[in-house]
């Protein structure tokens, strides 16, 4: 996506990319480091998950507040103003994925302090079973011959998934994200330049829907996956509610150091 040069030339977009570029730059060679002293190609295991916890937080507050400083260089720049607000949480019924690992982490040793995880969990276990269960039909369906049969299987299930209108386990009842500063970057790149009435089902693919995501360059999807790549040894799936799932399994890990 280096188109996006073009389009975003200004000093104020240019900056918030070197911002993002160095600080995940200068994570990743922290991350290569250990990894080299370990003798094995990702840094981050149950092994020391623990140990690394403090990087691994201050490293994703920094990552989500300049992502913040991205998107006010960037958001300007669209053609129309964002009609997203307060209490809408349209959005917040899909099935987020793509969220990194980091980012789980980050989360979930937030959330491990809450009196309500046991629910959160729960819901994130229905939720879970419920994108499954659209995605093995779509799958057993049979119906497109084609390579990436699986990819567009798994498309149909997300498509699926929010026609159910399942609302995220951290959305109130106003609509409200209840654990916004914490949120992915998934959450955080979606936005819609038409009114929120038309982010249901019903509209979402026709022309009275105008949703986008804002993409990162190239350079620095690159970098993040570069991280990622270090959390392999976790095991994590992409998506956000399977992943956190999967990191209540290290609870007995990460509750260690209490």
Known sequence: MDSYREYFPTKAFRLAEMRLGNLLGAERDRLDAIADKLGRESAIGPDNLLEQLPHILEFTKKYHEAFA???????????????????????????PM?????????????LRKRNDLLDIIEACQERSSMFKGFYERRKSEGTVVEDDFDDKAEDLALHDYFAAWKPCPFSDKAGDCTVYPLRPVSCRMYFSETDPKFCTPEHLQTPDNDSYIVYLPDTIEDAVYGISEHYALLDLPESYFGGLL????????????E
């Open 69 to 95: 400083i991205y998107l006010k260089a960037v958001l300007p720049q669209q053609p129309r103003p964002v009609q997203c607000r307060a209490a809408c949480g349209n959005c917040c019924h899909h099935y």
């Open 246 to 257: 999967a990191l209540n399994g290290y609870e007995g890990v990460i509750g260690s150091g």
């Open 98 to 110: 793509s969220v990194e690992p980091f980012e789980l982490v980050y989360l979930y040793s937030e």
